[in-house]
């Protein structure tokens, strides 16, 4: 089915292979034909590194208060500072070791690695950087050019890729960039995947082709538009377009002048919205700081209230995270967005037995709320979008997310997706007839509280064990550090150690604030005193 857009003169249309625009090149033979290709160490570069995993906030302040530009290789990927620690021997470095990985993955064996990078400025040379290495691994390359993260994943799938590479920072700081690995299935890799190609990094691994078998770099240009195809035709199923359409929804969307903004303007187009598109020119160059949390949107709020807007939305740089703002002009928190998209999509009913949903132990149970009242049931995972991916592939999961404003709607691609996130909040506002703050009041509210508690080196463990001794009679989750359900009083601890810092994390959430608050300061003491 094609969709048109009103006013407009393109079309979002199925997928199809030929629509390709390949550059010119001489023919080469298989890669079966090739023979064997080196996979060898390579020499190391002069570079600082930091293994280990940082939060956004660390990051930046490592990098800007203390002058100091940490190269970060985790189970995410490769991040740095452009001008210090991201330099174009790391890049290669860190390529190679994707594609010495992909040689063991063996699968699929000719297939291109489609790359795509999120728009901030650099990106393009990292990008050409990273499609350099890859053809000289004698892999064909799918260059995007700028493209959500999401789509990339899509891509992937729909050229039978043996893998992608998103040249993206998510909601870093501009100075900061970086690479994240996709899997042949156009998805993060899982924890054992991802700790091979740290190993292979570190190991200096890399993949040599020959002069003859040099891997060849097409263009495609039809990314957004097969995404915003396969939105249509899954929302279709949740409630009919033209329901959508004939509501006519005013939206103000902040695309952060990244690769949110094409996929944002052509979906609202083909849904009937009447948009007012700011930050949308691609450039690269952020209108504000990129974490899509409230300081950071403040004249979002006011351009929907001054604008009588029925919804407002914010996209992150390479457009996994999707916020909010209701009629009112007030940021309703990132925590809403997988609930409402869960909301709609079950509501929507079709699964036959009870649906499962998935997500982190950090999230908001909000979710666990919108299961229970549609007879679904939450599977709870570690920290990260890999490891709800994980659980939704395992599951057989409908819908899946965290509490940052990423949806993953296995429908579309296994990637947190602001366009998934878009388009079900929409279908919901029109299945309900109601707007957002309507919904927002239905849905059970609860206050979050976030802590960090200083420890020395080594006693985490002993931490952890001290809180599930003070909560013994609560049900408890050990997958990611400790997790505390007081499900009698609906509230929850989760207390996790940093990867980078001698502190633990401790989140709380409680239905008022002044709970929420109790439940840290007593976690603290508890944690204090072991």
């Not at 501009?174 to 991802?194: I, Y």
Request: overall charge negative.
């Amino acid at each position: 089915m094609a969709w048109a857009a009103a006013n407009s003169d393109w079309m979002v249309s199925s997928y199809t292979i030929s629509s390709i625009r390949p550059a010119p090149r001489p023919e080469q033979p298989s890669r079966a034909d090739r023979g064997a290709r080196a996979v060898s160490p390579c020499p190391l570069y002069p570079f600082r590194m930091e293994r280990q995993t940082a939060s956004a906030g660390a990051q930046q302040q490592s990098a800007r208060d203390t002058g100091a530009s940490p190269l970060m290789i985790t189970v995410s990927g490769c991040r740095g500072v452009v001008g210090g620690s991201l330099t174009p021997e790391t890049i290669c470095r860190y390529v190679g070791a994707f594609s010495a990985w992909l040689e063991e993955q063996k699968a699929p064996g000719d297939g291109p690695v489609v790359v795509g990078r999120d728009g901030r400025r650099g990106g393009d040379v990292i990008a050409d950087i990273a499609m350099s290495a890859l053809r000289a691994s004698g892999r064909r390359v799918i260059d995007l050019g700028i493209a959500m993260t999401a789509t990339t994943g899509l891509m992937v799938r729909r050229h039978n890729g043996a893998g992608g590479l998103v040249v993206t920072a998510s909601h870093n700081p501009a100075e900061w960039n970086g690479l994240k690995p996709l899997t042949a299935d156009g998805r993060a890799p899982d924890a054992s995947q991802a700790e091979r190609i740290v190993t292979l990094f570190h190991e200096g691994r890399r993949v040599l082709a020959p002069h003859d078998a040099l891997g060849a770099r097409d263009g495609d240009d039809t990314g957004h538009h097969a995404h915003v195809a396969a939105v249509l035709e899954a929302i279709d199923r949740v409630v009919n377009i033209d329901q959508i359409k004939r509501r006519g929804v005013r939206v103000a969307l902040d695309s952060l002048n990244c690769s949110g903004a094409v996929g944002g303007m052509l979906l609202l187009d083909a849904l009937g919205c009447e948009l007012i598109h700011v930050n949308r020119d691609s450039s690269g160059d952020f209108p504000h700081p990129p974490e899509p949390i409230e300081e950071h949107l403040k004249d979002l709020c006011m351009l929907v209230k001054e604008s009588f807007c029925d919804i407002g939305f914010a996209q992150d740089p390479d457009a996994d995270r999707l916020v909010i703002v209701d009629e009112k002009g007030t940021y309703i928190g990132e925590e809403y967005t997988l609930a409402l998209g869960a909301e709609a999509l079950l509501g929507a009913g079709g699964f036959g037995s009870a649906a499962t949903l998935a997500a982190n132990l950090s999230t908001s149970r909000m979710i666990d709320d919108v299961a229970k009242k549609h007879r679904a049931r939450v599977v709870r995972t570690p920290v990260g979008e890999a490891n709800v991916v994980s659980a939704m592939v395992r599951e057989g999961c409908a819908l899946g997310g965290e509490g940052n404003g990423g949806v993953v709607w296995p429908e579309i691609v296994h990637i947190r997706d602001s366009l998934s996130a878009i388009a079900l909040t929409l279908a919901l506002m029109t299945r309900e007839n109601a707007s957002l703050s309507e919904l927002v009041g239905r849905t059970p509210a609860y206050a979050i509280d976030k802590r960090k508690v200083a420890i020395r080196e080594g006693l985490a463990d002993k931490a952890s064990a001290a809180i599930r001794q003070r909560w013994s009679k609560a049900r408890i989750d050990t997958q990611d550090g400790v997790r505390i359900d007081l499900d009698d009083e609906g509230a929850w601890l989760h207390v996790r150690a940093s990867n980078t810092e001698p502190i633990l994390r401790l989140i709380a959430e409680a239905p008022t604030k002044q709970r929420a608050a109790a439940l840290l300061d007593e976690a603290q003491s508890v944690i204090e005193g072991a």
